[in-house]
């Protein structure tokens, strides 16, 4: 990857709706040559989906709920079975497997706080745990999906 893909990445990650001719202008190429490498770089990974970036607010999803997962079990068995309940709820926008006291870390969007409780109840019921810490966010002082492409 260099410095042009870069610049490519930087443009799409700010706007993916752009057309590929803004896109070349923008970072000193003519169409072909941009839509060329933005192929390679979807081929080989690096820009994994197109996506719009929803308000939670506006959509009434506003509550935000970090949730800190101690467990008992670290086999690849339970793993396995607590990666696939927690994959198959919609709720949960992130997903960590930790180093340090806490073994998992969820992003949790909800309506509200009974909301997360009904969550809460499922997840709980889903597989054994050994603690779970809720965490509620009072505001949101910056949210980006850019990352710091140099």
Same mark, same amino acid.
């Given at each position: 990857?260099?410095? *042009?893909?870069?610049? @490519?990445? %930087?443009? $799409?990650?700010?706007?993916? /709706? $752009?057309s590929v001719a803004e896109i %070349?202008?923008?970072?000193? #190429? /003519? !169409?072909?040559?941009?839509?060329?490498?933005?192929?390679? #770089?979807?081929?080989?990974?690096?820009i994994q989906r197109r996506v719009?970036?929803?308000?939670?607010?506006?959509?009434? $999803?506003?509550? !935000?709920?970090?949730?800190? @997962?101690?467990? %008992?079990?670290?086999?690849?068995?339970?793993? /396995?079975?607590?990666?696939?309940?927690?994959?198959?709820?919609?709720?949960?926008?992130?997903?960590?497997?930790?180093? %340090?006291?806490?073994?998992?870390? $969820?992003?949790?969007?909800?309506? !509200? *706080?009974?909301?997360?409780?009904?969550?809460?109840?499922? #997840?709980?019921?889903? @597989?054994? #745990?050994?603690?779970?810490? !809720?965490?509620?966010?009072?505001?949101? *002082?910056?949210?980006?999906?850019?990352?710091? *492409?140099?």
């Amino acid at each position: 990857m260099d410095a *042009i893909d870069r610049k @490519i990445l %930087g443009v $799409l990650q700010h706007d993916a /709706s $752009l057309s590929v001719a803004e896109i %070349g202008n923008r970072v000193g #190429l /003519s !169409s072909t040559p941009c839509w060329k490498r933005i192929q390679k #770089l979807e081929a080989e990974g690096v820009i994994q989906r197109r996506v719009a970036v929803v308000d939670p607010d506006k959509v009434g $999803l506003g509550v !935000s709920v970090f949730v800190a @997962i101690e467990t %008992g079990d670290h086999s690849e068995e339970w793993l /396995s079975r607590f990666a696939d309940a927690v994959r198959a709820m919609p709720e949960v926008l992130e997903f960590y497997r930790m180093a %340090g006291d806490v073994d998992y870390m $969820l992003r949790v969007a909800c309506a !509200s *706080i009974q909301d997360y409780d009904a969550f809460y109840k499922r #997840l709980i019921a889903a @597989i054994p #745990l050994k603690n779970v810490t !809720s965490r509620f966010a009072m505001e949101r *002082i910056k949210q980006t999906t850019v990352l710091p *492409i140099a």
